[in-house]
Every structure is written in C-alpha cells, then in structure tokens.
C-alpha cells in the first residue's frame, strides 16, 4: 500500500526528553500488513532501555513540578495534549491505518476520542472533591489524595493510539509520571505521543516510551523495582503471567483483558436493528476488538430467519485496502495473528455450520486479508464458541428458554461485555442482571460514556476504570487524622486504664 506522507524510517524510543536508540542497539522490523514486507525499523527495547525510562520517570516523579502542580495547572496542560491530538487527526488517521490495517473510516474517529479522553479528565481532576468526615469536637478526618508515582503503561495493537490515550489520560491527570511499552506490531503511531507532548509543553521525564518485545521490554517494566503500577490491556494468558511477575514487588495492577461477548437476541427484538448492530459488533475495526459481539445467542422462532439475513448481509461486506473509503474489512494487523485466525476457521469448519466468508477474497491474494465469516449452530463446547478469535469470525447459536440464553451466554471463561436485544424492558432487565460481564448493552450497540465503568469479570479483568475509577486507580487516598479536642490516650506506664480512656474519639474508631 502506498506509505502515508511524512513517514520517518526508523521509531526510536522517548527517554528523559530526547528520542534515543536501545543501548544495545537492536532494532525489529514493522510489517505493513497489506503486503507483510518490512516498511519501516523500531529500536527493540530490553531492560536497560527500561532502566533509563523508570530512572527519568522517577526523577520526574520525585523532583520535577507534574505531581506537585494544581490540579487547575494539570488540566491546562492535558487540555493542550487535547488539542496537539486533534490537530493531528488525519495525519493519526492515515498512520494508523497503515500500520494495523484497519479502515481508514474507522480508523478517523481515533484522534477525537482520544483527544476527549484528555478533556474528560482534566474536566474530571478540576472538579474532583475528596471525603472527608467529622466527629464533632473529637476528630476531623480527610483523605489526601496523592498521585501513585510510577505508572507503567503496556497497551495492545487493535486501535494502539486510542488505546494509549484511556491510560495516558488518568495516568497524566492523577500526577503519575509514565513509561509506555506499545504493542509492537503496531508502533508508528505511538511515535506521534512525542510531538504531541513536546508541543503540549509537558515537562521532561513525565512522559517516556520504551519500545519493544512483550516479553523483553515488557517484561523489565513489569518487575521494575520503582515502577508502582501497572496498567496492561492484551490478552488474558498474558495478563495471567503479568499478574504473577508484579506480585514480588507488590505492584498495583488494573487489567483489560480478552472478550468472548455474547449478543442474546430475543424474537420479539427490533430485527433489523438486533441485525445491524450484531453485524457492526463483530466486523467493524476487523473484529480486532475487545467487545466484539463474536456469539450471537438467537431465540429459536426467529432462528432461521436471523441466520439467513446475517449470513446474506455478511457475505456483502466489502473486504479491500485499508486506505479505501468503501472498505468495511481491511487487512489483519500481522502474519502470525492471520494464521491464527485462519486456523480457528478451519477448527470452526469441523465444528459448525459455515454460512458465509470461510476464506481469502479471491481479489486480494496478498496481505492478511479475510472475509466476513459465519458460523451457525455452533454448539456450546466447541473451540470457536468458547475461545477469543479477534478477527472477523462470528458463532450462532440458537436457544429455547430465557434460562438456556443466559446459561449459554455464561458458559465461557470471559465477561467483558454482553448485548441483549429485546422489545421486553423487563426481561432486558432481569437477563442483564444475571449475564456475567462487566458491561451490558441493551438494544444499543457499543457506545459508551466515559463517565461509565469499564472493565470486565472474570478472565476478562481485574479492576474498572471509567470516570473517577480510573483517577482510583492512579492515586493514592491518604487517610489523615486530625485530633480536635483534648488527647485521651490510655496511660500506659502511668496510672492504669480509667474508662474514658478506652474511646479513640468516636464510632467505629
Ligand atoms: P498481548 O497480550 O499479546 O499484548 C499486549 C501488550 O502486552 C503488548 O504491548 C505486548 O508487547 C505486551 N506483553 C506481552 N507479553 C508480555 C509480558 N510477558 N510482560 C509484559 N508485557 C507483555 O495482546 P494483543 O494481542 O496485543 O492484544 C489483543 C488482546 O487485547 C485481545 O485479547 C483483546 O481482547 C485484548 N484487549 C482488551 C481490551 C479491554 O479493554 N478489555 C481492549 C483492547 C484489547
């Protein structure tokens, strides 16, 4: 595909201020993902590169004016990150496009939401207030909220740049000073983080990025002795070994892990739009998304009939360039995650009914290209029902009874989000409330508000972020204890207890 204008050659990481090479020097190649030949080198970070990254996040930590400013100050700063972002919006558009393959249409809304996760928290720090609780004449007790100093930042390759910006945007605002290691199939955007921050004026060593392997960069990050958080979205395998390696050093940790989301679609539903957004759900980004509704659950009546417009309408999406208006399926981010949804195909072939894609389009016999795949009567124990595919890959299932949906819908390691689609408020209510998933959807596809939790259950998450969540997670409450009155303490060493002395100043004291 043709490169967009104004490309560098080479991604290095940002330390302390400047753009610098590895110590060691090594590089690894990026891969476009229409042809899969190398178009550009990245500096492949280890543990020395993270050493000096935590080294200058920590002295802008301990030293520097970030965490010390007013919240007011703060915000005027991630107000400016805002506007570096928006300006940049088709030059983001085109870069991210190019390196992960998505459609340039989906790939245009990234710069503006990204750009509005800076002004929701700069909004949300300037009007946060904190608790704080009497005990008349005794004790006034108030909470200090503190940034948590060090966050590390380890974000995935389905739409990175959007990605980076839900941790850079509460991570920035609560005061912590930053290390991020993007994913490495998709870097080139990150690398616009540095003129983003530079012009927004952010002082030198709050906001660093390493570059590199999961398993190397990533890795030093994670079991970095003065790194005090860390904030991962990936799968949920590596979530598990993260979870295991910040364990010695005690760290904090928020997980966005993988999803198996099921779409419930009751036969008294709105059809058409029950079909609409069920399609959206799963092809739109490539199915390279976390809340994909990749198993749509529909009730028996309308079984047939849903399977015979969804597979007619999938066989219709339009797979082609990413850089293509009209294309509604582009290229897969990489080889490897190619082949891996290509196998999962042929699992699904042994297993289920196929009724549309299954393949290659025969117009695109180069690059890491997919058609819209659907699989009916897939049943409950199989592969394709019960694992996270991330591509363009759907499951049917029909159900009988209310019970049945939800025992279906559960029947899954996952919890991430749920849909259900269904003109019975009550029911809608009632199967929300039994689905195990940390985010409901009920006759609406996935638009959230960023006041709202975010996060799953089960092999999905640990922690919710969303509004004054995410700003938890980043801060520390400080619980500070303020005598009012006379001291009572009891007299050790003195005269014994008395009784008035066995009270600390009030109820649950
Ligand atoms: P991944 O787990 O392979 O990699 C994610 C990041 O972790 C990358 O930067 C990678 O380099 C790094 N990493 C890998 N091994 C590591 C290790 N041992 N130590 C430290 N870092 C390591 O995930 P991916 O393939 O990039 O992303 C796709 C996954 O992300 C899917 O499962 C998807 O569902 C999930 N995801 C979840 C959400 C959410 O909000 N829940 C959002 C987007 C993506």
Not at 25 to 50: Q, S
Not at 231 to 251: D, L, Q
Not at 257 to 283: M, N, Q, R
Not at 348 to 360: M, T
Request: glycine share 10%; hydrophobic share 40%; net charge negative.
């Amino acid at each position: 595909m043709t490169k967009p204008e104004g490309l560098p050659d080479h991604i290095q990481h940002y330390i302390g201020g400047e753009l610098v090479d590895s110590v060691s020097g090594e590089t690894f190649d990026v891969l476009d993902p229409t042809t899969n030949e190398p178009y550009i080198t990245c500096a492949a970070g280890d543990k020395a590169d993270v050493d000096k990254a935590v080294a200058a996040a920590r002295k802008a930590f301990d030293e520097g004016p970030w965490p010390r400013m007013l919240p007011r100050e703060r915000a005027t700063y991630l107000y400016k990150i805002a506007d570096e972002v928006t300006k940049m919006h088709e030059r983001l558009a085109a870069r991210e496009s190019f390196d992960s393959g998505l459609p340039i249409r989906q790939a245009s809304g990234q710069a503006k939401r990204a750009a509005e996760n800076f002004r929701f928290f700069a909004d949300l720090i300037v009007a946060q207030i904190d608790d704080a609780f009497k005990m008349p004449g005794r004790q006034i007790n108030y909470v200090n909220r503190k940034p948590k100093g060090v966050a590390g930042l380890i974000t995935p390759w389905n739409t990175p740049f959007m990605q980076e910006s839900w941790k850079l945007g509460p991570a920035l605002a609560s005061g912590c000073t930053v290390v991020l290691k993007p994913a490495e199939f998709t870097p080139l955007s990150a690398g616009l983080w540095v003129e983003v921050m530079e012009n927004a004026g952010i002082p030198e060593g709050v906001f660093n990025i390493v570059h590199g392997m999961g398993e190397t960069a990533g890795d030093a990050l994670v079991k970095h002795e003065d790194v005090n958080l860390i904030s991962f979205t990936g799968e949920a395998a590596t979530g598990r070994v993260i979870f295991g390696n910040c364990a010695p050093t005690m760290k904090s940790m928020s997980m966005e892990l993988g999803g198996k989301s099921p779409a419930i679609v009751f036969a008294d539903c709105d059809f058409e739009a029950a079909l609409d957004s069920t399609l959206f759900g799963v092809f739109s980004l490539n199915g390279e998304r976390c809340t994909a509704s990749s198993r749509i659950l529909v009730e028996r009546p309308i079984y047939d009939k849903f399977v015979e417009a969804y597979a007619e309408r999938a066989k219709k999406v339009k797979v082609g360039e990413p850089s293509n208006p009209d294309t509604e399926i582009a290229a897969l981010v990489h080889p490897s995650h190619y082949e891996k949804v290509m196998d999962y195909i042929e699992i699904g072939k042994s297993e289920a009914r196929l009724v549309a894609g299954g393949k290659r389009p025969e117009h695109l016999p180069v690059g890491n290209y997919v058609e819209a795949t659907v699989f009916a009567d897939v049943a409950k124990d199989a592969r394709i029902f019960q694992e996270e595919i991330f591509g363009p890959v759907v499951a049917i299932t029909p159900f009988d009874t209310e019970e049945e949906a939800i025992e279906l819908a559960n029947a899954v390691e996952y919890g991430l989000a749920a849909y259900v689609w269904t003109s019975n408020i009550t029911r809608a209510h009632r199967v929300s409330h039994e689905i195990e998933a940390g985010m409901v959807w009920i006759n609406s596809h996935n638009v959230r508000d960023l006041r709202t939790p975010f996060g799953g259950v089960k092999a999905s998450g640990l922690g919710q972020e969303g509004g004054y969540r995410s700003l938890e997670f980043y801060s520390i409450q400080q619980a500070i204890h303020v005598c009012l009155g006379d001291v009572h303490t009891t007299r050790f060493g003195a005269s014994g207890y008395a009784d008035n002395d066995l009270g600390l100043g009030g109820p649950g004291a």
